[in-house]
């Protein structure tokens, strides 16, 4: 049993609560537009960080996260990227690797908007944690926290940081 800490966009925005809301957890999971080096070496001396780029992340950010990131946890295939789009919007370039790689756990950021949201057609769940940092146009900071265990994707949890 896994348990993890996901957010995105932070846009560089350290936040004290990211330690506390991560501390039960064995991973954290950053969704892309990390904003900074120190963020990403902030967030990886808290738990083992997996993350990939986003679109505002600068060349040393491109160097060490890639695009698009396949793992597995348990018994659950992830496949994240920053921009993704939804389930019936997938943004184009990454439509064709979601359907051909079928992960049980599809998470994107990018839009700010928190969603999860179950795809039938992929039998797969997506996850957008919406935007853990203070710019862009939402109005409340957000992160998630779940568990996997075997195959089960359980005890999630939406966490409002406050507003930005």
Known sequence: MRKIGLLSDTHAWWDDKY?????????????????????????????????????????????QYPLVVH????????????????????YPPIRKELYDTRPNLFIAGHSHILKVVYDRSLNCLHINPGAAG???????????RFTIDGKQIKDLEVIELGHR
């Open 19 to 63: 330690a506390e809301y991560f501390a039960e957890c064995d991973e954290i999971w950053h969704a892309g537009d990390i904003g900074s080096e120190e963020l990403a070496v902030k967030l990886a001396t808290l738990k083992p960080l997996r993350a990939v780029c986003g679109n505002i992340d600068g060349q040393s950010l491109r160097l």
């Open 71 to 90: 793992f597995q946890v348990e018994e659950v295939k992830v496949m994240m990227t920053h921009i993704g789009g939804y389930p019936g919007r997938y």
């Open 134 to 144: 203070k710019s862009g146009f939402h109005q409340v900071r957000t992160l998630i």
